[in-house]
Each structure stands twice: as C-alpha cells, then as structure tokens.
C-alpha cells in the first residue's frame, strides 16, 4: 500500500505547486492522474521518487516512510533520459549492479525481448529513434520490479502507432510484474485503458477534483 497523506510542497521561488494531497494506492493499483499544466502533477510524481523534499505531509510504502530515493520506486520521465554513454544494455541493467552478471545480462535480454528490440542490446542509444529509446526508458523502470511505478507522461512525445504499441507492452509488463503505478498522463483514453482509477487534479494548487473508478474492460483484461 502506497500512502500519500496531506503532502504539500511550496518550491523555494514560493511557487505553491500543491497543497494538502492525500492519496491511498493498493498494491498493484494503477492510477492515472489528469489535470491541467502547472497543477502539480509532476511535482506529485517526483516527491513520491524522492527527488523532492515535500514541504508538509509524508509519503510511507509497506508501512515505511520515504525520504529520498528508494529502490522499490522508479519513475519513467516524458523524454528518455537515458546515459548516452552507456549501451543499451547497459542503460537497463543499471539499476541491476546488486545482481551478478549472469542474472543481469538475462534479466536485460528478457525485457529487451518484451519491448521488441531483441538485438538491439549493444547498441548506442544515439542509434535509436525516439520511440525506441522511450521503450529502453520503460524497460529501465521496469527491469527492477519495483513496488512502485511512476509515469510522467511516458508516451506524449510519440507518434499514436507507437503510443499505443507501449501502452500494450506496459500492460503486459504489469501483468508480470503487477507493480503499483501512477501515471501522469494528458491522454483520457490512454487512462481509461490502463488504469484503476482516474484521479483529476486541480488547477491551482494542486489537489484532488475527482476520483473516478474505471469500470470498463481494461486492454489487459
Ligand atoms: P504539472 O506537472 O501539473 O504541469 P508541476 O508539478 O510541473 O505541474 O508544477 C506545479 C507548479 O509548481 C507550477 O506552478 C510550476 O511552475 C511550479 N514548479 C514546478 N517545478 C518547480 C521548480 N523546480 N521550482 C519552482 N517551481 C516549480
Ligand atoms: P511537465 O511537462 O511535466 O508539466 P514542466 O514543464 O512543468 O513539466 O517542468 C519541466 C521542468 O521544469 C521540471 O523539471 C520542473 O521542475 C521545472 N520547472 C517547472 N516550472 C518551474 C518553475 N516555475 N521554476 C523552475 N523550474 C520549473
């Protein structure tokens, strides 16, 4: 269980980006987050990663509370940001250097083959296209099984083929992983087909609008 309660964050500029969001996540619950630019979706997703100090409120995982970068959580940005100077293998594999080397190397190519780019482990990532350095970038937040999964609009910058071709991959990664995901996403139908629920945020600042629970056959049903 994913516990986000009365979390507020004010940026050092003053700029209030949200205020008093309480939020409870089941294991293995995927939720999307719509709202407007600027209502604090983002800085939701990156003070549940730990890359933000939240200024009020607090965030606890299984009972625990997160501080800072944890290893049961990833977070997948809108643009790739992967290391340009490590291979493509080595980009997935990155978070797996607890493991040993036989373990990573089949753990990179199982997911490698699940995203469609079996063969493509040596490359550069410079040799890829936008659509497939995105994939790598999922695969990446993936590879760890993490408890938490977060998504920051994952797949606005595509084209709708390939958008809709990682929305599938992610649905079967989250069968095999059942990992708990918040998806940050501009997209209703995108968040219809993948999610639990539907959480609308508020302009300003940002809190819950709306909690709607999609009862619709989802595409991994
Ligand atoms: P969204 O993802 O919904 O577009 P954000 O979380 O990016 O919203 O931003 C919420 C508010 O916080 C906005 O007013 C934005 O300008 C502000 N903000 C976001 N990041 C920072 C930052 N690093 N420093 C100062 N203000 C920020
Ligand atoms: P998104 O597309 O997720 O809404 P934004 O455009 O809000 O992203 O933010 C992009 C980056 O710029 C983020 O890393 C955020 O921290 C930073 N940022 C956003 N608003 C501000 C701001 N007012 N001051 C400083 N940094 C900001």
């Not at 009020?56 to 290391?83: A, K, M, S």
Request: with cysteine; hydrophobic share 40%.
């Amino acid at each position: 269980m994913l516990e986000i309660s009365h979390l507020g964050k004010i940026y050092p500029n003053g700029a209030h980006a949200l205020e008093d969001f309480t939020l409870q996540v089941g294991e293995g619950e995927v939720v999307a987050i719509i709202g407007g630019s600027g209502c604090g979706k983002s800085t939701l997703l990156r003070l549940v990663a730990g890359l933000e100090p939240p200024t009020r409120g607090e965030i606890r995982l299984g009972g625990r509370r997160l501080v800072e970068p944890d290893e049961r959580v990833n977070i997948v940005f809108q643009e790739p940001r992967l290391f340009p100077w490590l291979s493509v293998a080595d980009n997935i594999a990155f978070g797996l250097r607890h493991l040993d080397k036989g373990e990573r190397s089949a753990r990179v190519e199982a997911v490698l083959s699940r995203i469609g780019l079996s063969g493509y482990g040596g490359r550069w990532i410079r040799e890829l296209s936008g659509g497939q350095a995105q994939r790598v970038a999922l695969a990446r937040g993936l590879v760890t099984r993490p408890s938490v999964l977060l998504l920051d609009e994952p797949f606005s910058a595509l084209d709708a083929m390939t958008r809709t071709d990682l929305q599938d991959h992610l649905s079967d990664l989250w069968y095999e992983n059942g990992s708990t995901m918040l998806l940050v996403t501009h997209d209703i139908e995108e968040a219809a087909a993948l999610a639990d629920r539907i959480i609308v945020m508020r302009p300003w600042p940002g809190r819950i609008l709306e909690v709607v629970p999609v009862d619709l056959p989802r595409r991994r049903d």
